[in-house]
């Protein structure tokens, strides 16, 4: 359970990769007046994440980490988060995977968004496997990071409809959409307030 304590905010770190559409997302919901959580730090496994231009413009804390030395950086990593006192993890399209150690430490404060309704297509290109085995829906789930590969608790999903001219790429805008829409809402569900 991730608790506030009063009505301070949560401290949250996000983890991204790439484009971080939802990362934006997540940083401007936690600027809205009863947001439960506050951004401490955005960590990029990429270098050239496009996210980063946007963390550069808005002054917004960033680290970079390749995970090439995966055990080096999570150890770096863990220590960063401790100093920086985060108390809950957002993975927003971050590509590594983390190890059962880290995931221990952070144990039930690790949330995922995933482009598929969960268990259905874990793991990488979702949209075209759902198109090929032509499902009506797909959509995308808010859930608890375990260690195993997109298998946590589910928080929250949303359903999206698959309409017959829809290919991966109209089918993931669709989605992108739902998934800005619902981790904020997961979120929100996820943190009790005491
Ligand atoms: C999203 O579809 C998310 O569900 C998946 O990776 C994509 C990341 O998009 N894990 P963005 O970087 O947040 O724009």
Not at 27 to 44: C, G, R, T, W, Y
């Amino acid at each position: 359970m991730v608790r506030s304590t009063g009505f301070k905010k949560v401290k949250t770190t996000i983890f991204i990769s790439g484009n971080g559409s939802n990362m934006k997302n997540l940083i401007k919901f936690s600027k809205i007046k009863n947001s439960p959580i506050e951004i401490n730090l955005v960590l990029s496994s990429n270098k050239k994440a496009n996210a980063l231009n946007y963390l550069k413009k808005k002054k917004i804390n960033f680290k970079i980490f390749d995970f090439k030395k995966k055990n080096k950086d999570e150890k770096k990593i863990l220590d960063i988060l401790k100093k920086k006192d985060t108390q809950l993890i957002c993975l927003a399209g971050f590509m590594k995977i983390l190890s059962r150690n880290f995931i221990k430490r952070f144990k039930g404060k690790i949330l995922n968004i995933h482009p598929s309704l969960l268990p259905k297509y874990k793991g990488l290109n979702t949209h075209k496997r759902a198109i090929i085995n032509k499902e009506k829906f797909s959509g995308c789930t808010v859930h608890i990071v375990n260690s195993k590969l997109d298998s946590g608790k589910i928080i929250m999903q949303k359903k999206v409809r698959i309409n017959k001219n829809d290919d991966p790429e109209s089918l993931s805008k669709k989605i992108l959409k739902q998934e800005h829409l619902l981790y904020p809402k997961a979120l929100i569900k996820l943190i009790s307030r005491n």
